[in-house]
Structure formats: structure tokens, C-alpha cells
């Protein structure tokens, strides 16, 4: 009596099928993210907030504003340093623009930042689940990568946010800034 094998070599088919790639077909069905959703997903950051820095020894306060610009596609952070408030010197007061955007293509978020005393930064950025870590990366290739993240953007609520972060000599003595903000 001859048995009929086809039955039973489909159903293992299909098992090991489920086996050797279980999630391949969600994998394959799963979209990216646009840069118009993940924008979105920080829309909690759009409108002022007052925020209290400490960098060492030197505390202060500033107010910073998120927008959305460029067909709502990035955001817009907005500075204002009152006088005597940036880095623990009497200067003038300070203004500063980043732009934070998202590159679809790689999966990361971007930031550009300028002052108005001349500095600039570039921040490449990754989600944490409750912000981001950010990452200065250097346009002219003089300063190496580290692993670990610079600074940290940890959101504690819908109102209020908190930045520790970046390290780096002040004056002889190494220091870490740390930002807590709050919404008006």
C-alpha cells in the first residue's frame, strides 16, 4: 500500500517556513516612519519654555521656543540668553537657532545649532522610548566618534523635559550641563 506524502511534506513546509523566519512577513509589511510623523510625534515641544541651566559652578535661566518651519517639517528651537546667563560671563545677552529634522533615509533625527556668539554644532540624534541621545559629530572629521551618546534629552512629562549633557573643559575644570525645562 502506497502512502500519499503530499499532505504531510506541506504541513511541514509551512511549519518550518514559520520557523526559519517568523517575522519576516511583518518585517516586510512594517512602513518607516515619515519625517512628517516623527515630527509629529515632538509636537509636545511646540511653544516657550522656561529653563534653568547648570554648567559646573555657573547657574541660570533662558527661554527657549520650539516652532514648526519648512513645510512642517522641521522644528525650529529658538534661545534667548538675558545678559550675564551664558557660560558664567558677564557678556551680552545671547541668541541661538537650531533646526531638528528627521532623515527618513537613515532612521535618525538631525540638529543643527548656531549662537549668536559664533558657535555651531551639528547633533546627529537617536530615540531613547522617552527622548533622544545626542551625538556632536564634526563636519571637518577632527574630533573621533565615541560610542556613547554626548548628551541626553529625557522628556519627564507633556511640560517638561530635561537635557544632561554635553561634558567638556571649562576653565581647567571638567563640567556637565544640565537643563531643566518646564512649559508656559
Excluded at 502512502?3 to 512594517?30: C, K, W, Y
Excluded at 557678556?91 to 533625527?109: C, S
Aim: with cysteine.
Amino acid at each position: 500500500m502506497k502512502r500519499n506524502l503530499a499532505l504531510p511534506i506541506t504541513v511541514a513546509m509551512i511549519v518550518l517556513a514559520g520557523l526559519v523566519s517568523p517575522g519576516a512577513t511583518t518585517a516586510a509589511q512594517e512602513k518607516k516612519a515619515t519625517a512628517q510623523q516623527k515630527i509629529a510625534s515632538v509636537d509636545y515641544l511646540v511653544g516657550t519654555w522656561s529653563c534653568a541651566h547648570t554648567v559646573g559652578t555657573f547657574s541660570g535661566k533662558y527661554t527657549t521656543m520650539y516652532t514648526k518651519v519648512l513645510g512642517n517639517l522641521w522644528l525650529k528651537q529658538t534661545y534667548d540668553f538675558p545678559p550675564a546667563q551664558f557660560a558664567g560671563h558677564t557678556e551680552p545677552a545671547v541668541t541661538a537657532d537650531a533646526l531638528i529634522g528627521y532623515d527618513e533615509g537613515r532612521g535618525q533625527w538631525v540638529r543643527f545649532f548656531a549662537n549668536s556668539t559664533g558657535q555651531y554644532f551639528s547633533i546627529r540624534m537617536k530615540d531613547t522610548g522617552n527622548g533622544w541621545s545626542y551625538t556632536y559629530v564634526s563636519f571637518f572629521g577632527t574630533k573621533p566618534e565615541k560610542p556613547e551618546a554626548d548628551a541626553t534629552f529625557t522628556k519627564k512629562s507633556e511640560t517638561e523635559y530635561l537635557i544632561d549633557g554635553p561634558t567638556y573643559p571649562e576653565n581647567g575644570t571638567q563640567v556637565t550641563e544640565h537643563h531643566s525645562c518646564h512649559k508656559l
